[in-house]
Protein backbone atom coordinates (compact mmCIF):
# COMPACT_ATOMS: atom_id res chain seq x y z
CA UNK A 1 0.00 0.00 0.00
CA UNK A 2 1.73 3.78 -0.62
CA UNK A 3 2.38 5.41 2.38
CA UNK A 4 0.31 8.65 3.49
CA UNK A 5 2.62 12.01 2.72
CA UNK A 6 3.96 13.41 5.96
CA UNK A 7 2.17 16.76 5.89
CA UNK A 8 1.64 19.13 9.46
CA UNK A 9 -0.01 17.72 12.60
CA UNK A 10 -3.83 17.99 12.08
CA UNK A 11 -5.74 19.67 15.16
CA UNK A 12 -7.27 16.94 17.32
CA UNK A 13 -10.55 18.35 17.29
CA UNK A 14 -10.69 18.20 13.55
CA UNK A 15 -10.90 22.20 13.11
CA UNK A 16 -10.13 23.98 9.99
CA UNK A 17 -8.82 27.60 9.82
CA UNK A 18 -11.70 30.18 8.99
CA UNK A 19 -10.68 30.72 5.49
CA UNK A 20 -11.07 27.50 4.59
CA UNK A 21 -14.48 27.42 5.85
CA UNK A 22 -17.22 29.00 3.23
CA UNK A 23 -21.01 27.87 3.51
CA UNK A 24 -21.57 28.51 0.00
CA UNK A 25 -19.36 25.73 -1.46
CA UNK A 26 -20.91 23.18 -2.67
CA UNK A 27 -20.00 19.94 -0.64
CA UNK A 28 -18.94 16.29 -1.55
CA UNK A 29 -19.10 12.97 0.40
CA UNK A 30 -16.83 10.44 0.36
CA UNK A 31 -17.23 7.44 2.45
CA UNK A 32 -14.65 4.92 1.97
CA UNK A 33 -15.55 1.26 3.20
CA UNK A 34 -12.08 -0.52 3.73
CA UNK A 35 -13.19 -3.89 3.16
CA UNK A 36 -11.59 -6.53 0.69
CA UNK A 37 -13.00 -10.68 0.35
CA UNK A 38 -9.76 -11.01 -1.39
CA UNK A 39 -6.90 -8.24 -2.52
CA UNK A 40 -5.65 -8.37 -6.12
CA UNK A 41 -2.54 -8.71 -7.48
CA UNK A 42 -2.42 -5.37 -8.91
CA UNK A 43 -4.18 -3.90 -6.03
CA UNK A 44 -2.26 -1.05 -3.77
CA UNK A 45 -5.54 1.04 -2.15
CA UNK A 46 -6.07 0.64 1.70
CA UNK A 47 -8.15 -2.07 1.50
CA UNK A 48 -8.12 -5.06 3.98
CA UNK A 49 -9.23 -8.80 3.84
CA UNK A 50 -11.01 -10.47 6.73
CA UNK A 51 -7.43 -12.10 7.81
CA UNK A 52 -5.71 -8.37 8.02
CA UNK A 53 -8.67 -7.36 10.45
CA UNK A 54 -8.89 -10.26 12.32
CA UNK A 55 -12.27 -9.69 14.94
CA UNK A 56 -12.35 -6.46 13.60
CA UNK A 57 -16.53 -5.97 12.98
CA UNK A 58 -18.11 -4.35 10.32
CA UNK A 59 -20.34 -2.91 13.24
CA UNK A 60 -16.61 -1.17 14.58
CA UNK A 61 -15.96 0.51 11.54
CA UNK A 62 -19.91 2.00 11.27
CA UNK A 63 -19.83 3.31 14.70
CA UNK A 64 -16.68 5.04 13.68
CA UNK A 65 -18.28 6.54 10.31
CA UNK A 66 -21.14 7.75 12.01
CA UNK A 67 -18.97 9.53 14.31
CA UNK A 68 -16.72 11.31 11.92
CA UNK A 69 -19.68 12.03 9.70
CA UNK A 70 -20.75 13.72 13.43
CA UNK A 71 -17.14 15.55 12.99
CA UNK A 72 -17.82 16.59 9.90
CA UNK A 73 -20.73 18.43 10.24
CA UNK A 74 -19.62 20.42 13.85
CA UNK A 75 -16.79 21.31 11.84
CA UNK A 76 -18.22 22.58 8.69
CA UNK A 77 -21.83 23.45 9.93
CA UNK A 78 -24.38 23.62 7.77
CA UNK A 79 -23.68 22.22 4.37
CA UNK A 80 -25.88 21.73 0.96
CA UNK A 81 -24.12 18.03 -0.14
CA UNK A 82 -24.61 17.59 -3.84
CA UNK A 83 -22.72 14.24 -4.23
CA UNK A 84 -21.90 11.19 -2.46
CA UNK A 85 -19.83 8.55 -2.96
CA UNK A 86 -19.15 5.07 -1.55
CA UNK A 87 -15.92 3.55 -2.35
CA UNK A 88 -13.49 1.12 -1.67
CA UNK A 89 -12.28 -1.37 -1.48
CA UNK A 90 -16.10 -3.23 -1.50
CA UNK A 91 -18.51 -1.20 -0.24
CA UNK A 92 -20.81 -3.60 -1.11
CA UNK A 93 -19.28 -6.05 1.07
CA UNK A 94 -21.82 -4.73 3.60
CA UNK A 95 -25.21 -5.48 3.39
CA UNK A 96 -27.20 -3.10 1.81
CA UNK A 97 -29.32 -2.07 4.68
CA UNK A 98 -26.47 -0.91 6.08
CA UNK A 99 -25.20 1.17 3.04
CA UNK A 100 -28.28 2.84 3.16
CA UNK A 101 -28.24 3.66 6.67
CA UNK A 102 -25.17 5.44 6.48
CA UNK A 103 -26.79 7.45 3.48
CA UNK A 104 -29.42 7.97 5.92
CA UNK A 105 -27.05 9.24 8.25
CA UNK A 106 -25.64 11.75 6.08
CA UNK A 107 -28.98 12.92 5.19
CA UNK A 108 -29.70 13.92 9.06
CA UNK A 109 -26.26 15.36 9.51
CA UNK A 110 -26.41 17.65 5.91
CA UNK A 111 -28.13 19.37 3.35
CA UNK A 112 -28.23 16.58 1.01
CA UNK A 113 -29.84 18.19 -2.51
CA UNK A 114 -33.44 15.96 -3.36
CA UNK A 115 -31.29 15.28 -7.11
CA UNK A 116 -27.76 14.78 -5.37
CA UNK A 117 -25.83 12.05 -7.42
CA UNK A 118 -25.35 9.03 -5.06
CA UNK A 119 -22.88 6.61 -5.79
CA UNK A 120 -21.79 3.15 -4.82
CA UNK A 121 -18.40 1.54 -6.06
CA UNK A 122 -19.31 -2.66 -6.18
CA UNK A 123 -17.53 -5.74 -7.29
CA UNK A 124 -19.61 -8.17 -9.50
CA UNK A 125 -19.57 -11.29 -7.22
CA UNK A 126 -21.01 -8.79 -3.80
CA UNK A 127 -24.17 -8.13 -6.20
CA UNK A 128 -27.48 -9.26 -6.68
CA UNK A 129 -31.02 -8.26 -7.93
CA UNK A 130 -32.54 -7.93 -4.41
CA UNK A 131 -29.40 -6.21 -2.86
CA UNK A 132 -29.37 -3.82 -5.75
CA UNK A 133 -33.21 -2.65 -5.41
CA UNK A 134 -32.41 -2.36 -1.42
CA UNK A 135 -30.08 0.15 -2.49
CA UNK A 136 -32.22 2.11 -5.01
CA UNK A 137 -35.23 2.12 -2.84
CA UNK A 138 -32.69 4.03 -0.36
CA UNK A 139 -31.76 6.18 -2.86
CA UNK A 140 -28.99 5.37 -4.51
CA UNK A 141 -28.84 6.68 -7.92
CA UNK A 142 -25.28 5.34 -9.84
CA UNK A 143 -23.50 2.11 -9.64
CA UNK A 144 -20.05 2.06 -10.14
CA UNK A 145 -18.88 -1.72 -11.05
CA UNK A 146 -15.23 -3.08 -11.02
CA UNK A 147 -15.04 -5.24 -14.00
CA UNK A 148 -11.48 -5.11 -15.40
CA UNK A 149 -12.02 -7.51 -18.15
CA UNK A 150 -14.26 -10.11 -19.46
CA UNK A 151 -11.78 -12.41 -20.89
CA UNK A 152 -10.89 -15.23 -18.25
CA UNK A 153 -7.39 -15.45 -18.69
CA UNK A 154 -7.00 -11.67 -18.30
CA UNK A 155 -8.82 -11.93 -15.15
CA UNK A 156 -6.58 -14.51 -13.91
CA UNK A 157 -3.99 -12.58 -14.01
CA UNK A 158 -5.37 -9.55 -12.18
CA UNK A 159 -6.25 -11.91 -9.73
CA UNK A 160 -10.21 -10.87 -10.21
CA UNK A 161 -12.32 -13.36 -8.42
CA UNK A 162 -15.40 -12.91 -10.39
CA UNK A 163 -16.59 -14.60 -14.04
CA UNK A 164 -15.94 -12.93 -16.67
CA UNK A 165 -19.72 -12.43 -17.48
CA UNK A 166 -20.81 -11.79 -14.10
CA UNK A 167 -20.43 -7.70 -14.24
CA UNK A 168 -22.52 -7.25 -17.39
CA UNK A 169 -25.35 -9.24 -15.74
CA UNK A 170 -25.06 -6.96 -12.92
CA UNK A 171 -24.98 -3.77 -14.75
CA UNK A 172 -28.47 -5.58 -15.83
CA UNK A 173 -29.91 -5.68 -12.78
CA UNK A 174 -29.13 -2.44 -11.89
CA UNK A 175 -30.19 -1.25 -15.11
CA UNK A 176 -33.96 -3.56 -14.24
CA UNK A 177 -34.08 -2.09 -11.04
CA UNK A 178 -34.27 1.70 -12.02
CA UNK A 179 -30.38 3.10 -11.36
CA UNK A 180 -30.12 6.16 -13.33
CA UNK A 181 -26.99 6.15 -14.37
CA UNK A 182 -24.35 2.71 -14.52
CA UNK A 183 -20.69 2.73 -15.21
CA UNK A 184 -18.26 -0.16 -15.62
CA UNK A 185 -14.29 0.26 -15.02
CA UNK A 186 -11.83 -1.51 -17.60
CA UNK A 187 -7.96 -2.57 -17.20
CA UNK A 188 -6.11 -2.59 -20.68
CA UNK A 189 -2.04 -3.59 -20.59
CA UNK A 190 -2.65 -6.73 -18.36
CA UNK A 191 -0.18 -8.89 -19.26
CA UNK A 192 -0.78 -11.97 -21.72
CA UNK A 193 -3.90 -9.40 -23.14
CA UNK A 194 -4.53 -9.49 -26.58
CA UNK A 195 -5.96 -6.82 -28.82
CA UNK A 196 -8.45 -9.51 -29.52
CA UNK A 197 -9.41 -9.56 -25.83
CA UNK A 198 -9.27 -5.65 -25.34
CA UNK A 199 -12.08 -5.40 -28.52
CA UNK A 200 -14.19 -8.29 -26.53
CA UNK A 201 -14.69 -6.43 -23.58
CA UNK A 202 -15.78 -3.14 -24.80
CA UNK A 203 -17.40 -4.73 -27.32
CA UNK A 204 -19.49 -6.80 -24.29
CA UNK A 205 -19.80 -3.16 -22.18
CA UNK A 206 -21.22 -1.56 -24.59
CA UNK A 207 -24.10 -4.24 -24.96
CA UNK A 208 -25.17 -3.42 -21.53
CA UNK A 209 -27.28 -0.82 -20.71
CA UNK A 210 -24.07 1.55 -18.82
CA UNK A 211 -23.70 5.22 -19.63
CA UNK A 212 -20.20 5.96 -18.22
CA UNK A 213 -17.40 3.82 -19.22
CA UNK A 214 -13.72 4.19 -17.59
CA UNK A 215 -10.94 2.44 -19.30
CA UNK A 216 -6.96 2.92 -16.86
CA UNK A 217 -3.99 1.53 -18.49
CA UNK A 218 -2.53 -1.36 -15.84
CA UNK A 219 -0.38 0.90 -13.92
CA UNK A 220 2.16 -1.77 -11.42
CA UNK A 221 2.20 -0.35 -8.45
CA UNK A 222 5.22 -0.77 -6.17
CA UNK A 223 4.30 -3.40 -3.10
CA UNK A 224 1.75 -5.04 -4.73
CA UNK A 225 1.94 -9.15 -6.01
CA UNK A 226 2.25 -7.86 -9.78
CA UNK A 227 4.82 -5.89 -8.72
CA UNK A 228 6.83 -8.94 -7.66
CA UNK A 229 6.02 -11.26 -10.20
CA UNK A 230 7.03 -8.26 -12.93
CA UNK A 231 10.15 -7.45 -11.30
CA UNK A 232 11.14 -11.91 -11.10
CA UNK A 233 10.42 -11.92 -14.75
CA UNK A 234 7.58 -14.05 -14.38
CA UNK A 235 4.90 -11.59 -16.14
CA UNK A 236 6.39 -9.36 -19.24
CA UNK A 237 4.31 -6.01 -18.90
CA UNK A 238 3.10 -4.68 -22.83
CA UNK A 239 4.97 -1.68 -24.15
CA UNK A 240 3.90 1.69 -24.66
CA UNK A 241 3.06 1.14 -28.42
CA UNK A 242 0.36 -1.54 -27.26
CA UNK A 243 -1.30 0.61 -24.39
CA UNK A 244 -1.52 3.38 -26.40
CA UNK A 245 -3.05 1.65 -29.37
CA UNK A 246 -5.83 0.28 -26.76
CA UNK A 247 -6.29 3.49 -25.87
CA UNK A 248 -7.23 4.64 -29.17
CA UNK A 249 -9.25 1.51 -30.35
CA UNK A 250 -11.40 2.47 -26.87
CA UNK A 251 -11.82 6.10 -27.80
CA UNK A 252 -12.62 5.21 -30.87
CA UNK A 253 -15.30 2.45 -30.21
CA UNK A 254 -16.90 4.15 -27.51
CA UNK A 255 -17.44 7.59 -29.51
CA UNK A 256 -18.87 5.66 -32.16
CA UNK A 257 -21.32 4.39 -29.46
CA UNK A 258 -22.15 8.06 -28.23
CA UNK A 259 -20.03 8.25 -25.31
CA UNK A 260 -17.65 11.72 -25.23
CA UNK A 261 -14.51 11.93 -23.75
CA UNK A 262 -15.18 13.84 -20.85
CA UNK A 263 -11.98 13.12 -18.99
CA UNK A 264 -8.48 11.53 -20.06
CA UNK A 265 -9.90 8.21 -18.84
CA UNK A 266 -13.82 8.20 -19.13
CA UNK A 267 -16.03 8.81 -21.17
CA UNK A 268 -19.73 9.37 -20.92
CA UNK A 269 -23.18 9.42 -22.58
CA UNK A 270 -25.18 12.78 -22.50
CA UNK A 271 -25.92 13.33 -18.90
CA UNK A 272 -23.93 9.97 -17.83
CA UNK A 273 -20.66 11.90 -16.15
CA UNK A 274 -19.69 11.51 -12.65
CA UNK A 275 -20.53 14.29 -10.87
CA UNK A 276 -18.67 13.18 -7.78
CA UNK A 277 -15.12 12.58 -9.49
CA UNK A 278 -15.89 16.40 -11.22
CA UNK A 279 -16.33 17.72 -8.14
CA UNK A 280 -12.32 15.76 -7.53
CA UNK A 281 -11.15 17.16 -10.85
CA UNK A 282 -12.49 20.47 -10.74
CA UNK A 283 -10.70 21.37 -6.87
CA UNK A 284 -14.43 21.76 -5.44
CA UNK A 285 -14.75 20.74 -1.39
CA UNK A 286 -15.25 17.28 -0.48
CA UNK A 287 -14.96 15.24 3.28
CA UNK A 288 -13.84 12.04 3.22
CA UNK A 289 -14.99 9.59 5.95
CA UNK A 290 -12.97 6.39 6.70
CA UNK A 291 -9.74 4.81 6.91
CA UNK A 292 -7.07 6.53 5.16
CA UNK A 293 -9.94 8.77 3.54
CA UNK A 294 -8.14 12.39 2.17
CA UNK A 295 -10.38 14.97 2.20
CA UNK A 296 -9.71 18.80 0.73
CA UNK A 297 -11.55 22.10 2.56
CA UNK A 298 -11.23 25.47 1.14
CA UNK A 299 -7.42 24.71 0.27
CA UNK A 300 -6.80 22.49 3.34
CA UNK A 301 -5.86 19.37 1.85
CA UNK A 302 -6.10 16.49 5.31
CA UNK A 303 -6.02 12.71 5.69
CA UNK A 304 -6.98 9.83 8.17
CA UNK A 305 -5.03 7.17 9.91
CA UNK A 306 -4.76 4.22 7.42
CA UNK A 307 -5.55 0.98 9.56
CA UNK A 308 -9.63 0.68 10.67
CA UNK A 309 -8.51 -0.10 14.07
CA UNK A 310 -6.29 2.90 14.88
CA UNK A 311 -8.95 4.51 12.59
CA UNK A 312 -11.70 3.79 15.24
CA UNK A 313 -9.44 4.55 18.17
CA UNK A 314 -9.32 8.01 17.34
CA UNK A 315 -12.64 8.74 17.09
CA UNK A 316 -13.72 6.68 19.97
CA UNK A 317 -11.58 8.70 22.18
CA UNK A 318 -13.26 11.82 21.16
CA UNK A 319 -10.56 13.36 18.74
CA UNK A 320 -10.35 13.41 14.44
CA UNK A 321 -9.06 10.54 13.20
CA UNK A 322 -6.95 12.77 10.97
CA UNK A 323 -3.45 11.67 10.30
CA UNK A 324 -1.78 15.22 9.22
CA UNK A 325 -2.61 17.93 6.92
CA UNK A 326 -1.48 20.70 4.51
CA UNK A 327 -2.97 24.20 4.00
CA UNK A 328 -1.78 24.75 0.41
CA UNK A 329 -0.42 28.35 -0.66
CA UNK A 330 -2.04 29.93 -3.69
CA UNK A 331 0.94 28.43 -5.96
CA UNK A 332 -0.26 25.21 -5.00
CA UNK A 333 -3.83 25.48 -5.39
CA UNK A 334 -3.28 26.86 -9.20
CA UNK A 335 -0.58 24.15 -10.23
CA UNK A 336 -3.41 21.66 -8.83
CA UNK A 337 -6.06 23.42 -11.06
CA UNK A 338 -4.06 22.47 -13.89
CA UNK A 339 -2.82 18.90 -13.54
CA UNK A 340 -6.62 18.16 -13.26
CA UNK A 341 -8.45 20.56 -15.37
CA UNK A 342 -6.13 20.24 -18.36
CA UNK A 343 -7.22 16.27 -17.76
CA UNK A 344 -10.74 17.63 -18.60
CA UNK A 345 -12.88 17.80 -22.10
CA UNK A 346 -13.35 21.67 -21.37
CA UNK A 347 -9.48 22.19 -20.55
CA UNK A 348 -7.67 25.02 -18.10
CA UNK A 349 -8.70 28.20 -18.55
CA UNK A 350 -5.60 30.49 -20.11
CA UNK A 351 -5.54 32.76 -17.35
CA UNK A 352 -4.76 30.01 -14.65
CA UNK A 353 -0.74 29.93 -16.36
CA UNK A 354 1.31 32.10 -15.91
CA UNK A 355 3.58 34.36 -18.72
CA UNK A 356 6.17 31.86 -19.09
CA UNK A 357 3.93 28.78 -19.53
CA UNK A 358 1.79 30.36 -22.11
CA UNK A 359 4.65 31.20 -23.93
CA UNK A 360 5.53 27.08 -24.06
CA UNK A 361 2.33 26.90 -25.79
CA UNK A 362 3.13 27.40 -29.07
CA UNK A 363 5.28 24.47 -29.58
CA UNK A 364 2.53 22.20 -27.88
CA UNK A 365 0.59 22.84 -30.35
CA UNK A 366 2.94 22.57 -33.17
CA UNK A 367 3.57 19.05 -31.73
CA UNK A 368 -0.12 18.35 -32.04
CA UNK A 369 -0.87 17.74 -27.89
CA UNK A 370 -2.87 20.87 -27.30
CA UNK A 371 -5.04 23.43 -29.02
CA UNK A 372 -6.18 26.82 -27.66
CA UNK A 373 -9.69 27.94 -28.30
CA UNK A 374 -11.40 31.07 -26.77
CA UNK A 375 -10.11 31.45 -22.72
CA UNK A 376 -8.76 27.65 -22.59
CA UNK A 377 -5.99 25.12 -23.30
CA UNK A 378 -7.42 21.23 -24.05
CA UNK A 379 -5.68 18.56 -24.73
CA UNK A 380 -5.69 16.67 -28.30
CA UNK A 381 -6.49 12.95 -28.36
CA UNK A 382 -2.45 12.66 -28.82
CA UNK A 383 -2.20 14.64 -26.02
CA UNK A 384 -4.26 12.79 -23.93
CA UNK A 385 -2.31 9.58 -24.33
CA UNK A 386 0.76 12.07 -23.14
CA UNK A 387 -1.46 13.87 -21.25
CA UNK A 388 1.75 13.43 -17.67
CA UNK A 389 4.43 14.50 -19.96
CA UNK A 390 2.57 17.55 -21.24
CA UNK A 391 1.71 18.70 -17.88
CA UNK A 392 5.33 18.26 -16.97
CA UNK A 393 6.12 20.46 -19.96
CA UNK A 394 4.04 22.74 -19.08
CA UNK A 395 4.03 23.79 -15.82
CA UNK A 396 7.06 26.21 -15.01
Known amino acids: MPQLPDGDPAPRDGSLPAHALDASRPLSLYIHVPFCRTRCGYCDFNTYTPSEVGELAPDTYLGAALAELDLAARVLGPRRVDTVFFGGGTPTMLPADQLVGLLSAA ?89 DDWRDSLDAVTATPVDHVSAYSLIVEEGTRLAVQVKRGLIAMPDDDDLADKYLVADEKLSSLGYANYEVSNWARPGGRCLHNLAYWRGADWWGIGPGAHSHIGGVRFWNRKHPRSYAAALAEGGSPALAREVLSDDDRRIERVLLELRLAEGVALDVLTDTERSRLPDLERRGLATTSGTSLTLTQAGRLLADGVIRDLLD
Open 107 to 195: RDRFDVAPDAEITTEGNPETLTPRYLATLRAGGFTRLSLGLQSVVGHVLKVLERTHTPRRGLDAARWASQEGFDHISLDLIYGTPGESM
